[in-house]
């Protein structure tokens, strides 16, 4: 349903295109580079989602920086060559979502692909969903929902859920930045949801129900950015597919650098560099506070991530050179 909570797929960046069962059909894919920022549509799978993009831009190498459920739609920023090694970074950062809830209607998975479990009445005011939603509001523990693709002995939750099977899952903190109601209109209420990495929008949605006393599940979802990218950068799979080559798809590539260009930007002279991308620790003039930082070399060079530390040198995390 969010980034993690979907019935289908990987929450792991690792999640990847199998090209080594066919090396030769990996021969005739173009080794591509950067980010492309997708608008998933309903009905496809984040990873059918990829598939397609990876077959219209002729890739060698794809993945996704986490999941997005079959009916919902939205953001999803996809990797392709170099890029699939800092897809793990968008697992950490925030997301947006707009949700749309039906009250009284409690189903299996928590959303409108479920079977209906339950229904009751429908009696709620402004007010109180007001002072319910205050209460998610915050840093929280929050119990992850049994369809997610979470593991208990190496088993997805969400294949237990289907066998009719509920297990004790630990409860984790979480945070949610922002929880606006937008519309309440008798039995539906539309949310907007700006949380940490870990939350589970269906596991508000069902919690809020109860809250409420009345149930309810996912009816719409819809990610509107993730990190520092938003729904407005992203291209539909089909605006991607009128272009006339795969070479022409290519342009639309974000370059690695650009990706991270949230991050500070750190220039090394000719021999710095060269000790940098032999993975050495080096000083620099101007270096931000310690974290994460782009490094350059001569002539703009892009070589990679770097960790400022706090004796006054910079690590190298990732090297792209």
Known sequence: MTLKNQPRGSLKPR??????KNPEEKKRRDAVNGMLLID??????????MQKVKRLLNAQKSGHTGSLDPIATGLLPLCFGHATRISGMFLESDKCYEVKIRLGINTTSGDRAGEIVSQAAVDVSLAQ??????AFRGRTKQIPPMFCALKRNGQPLYKLARQGIEVE????????HDLSITDFQADTVDLRVRCSKGFYIRSLVMDMGEALGCGGHVEQLRRTAAGPFTINQALTVD??????????RQTLLLPVDQVLAHLPK????EKSAQY???GQPVRALNLPGPGLARLYGEENNFLGLGEVRADGRVAPKRLFV
């Not at 998933?40 to 989602?49: D, E, F, M």
């Not at 605006?239 to 022409?248: D, I, N």
Request: proline share 9%.
């Open 15 to 20: 999640q990847q295109s199998r090209d080594r």
């Open 40 to 49: 998933k549509p309903q009905g496809l799978s984040s990873n059918q989602a």
């Open 129 to 134: 969903l007001e002072s319910v939603a205050a």
């Open 169 to 176: 899952r630990e409860p984790r903190l979480v945070t949610v």
């Open 239 to 248: 605006q991607l597919a009128v272009l006339e080559s795969p070479a022409a």
């Open 266 to 269: 750190i220039d090394l002279p």
């Open 276 to 278: 940098f991308c032999h």
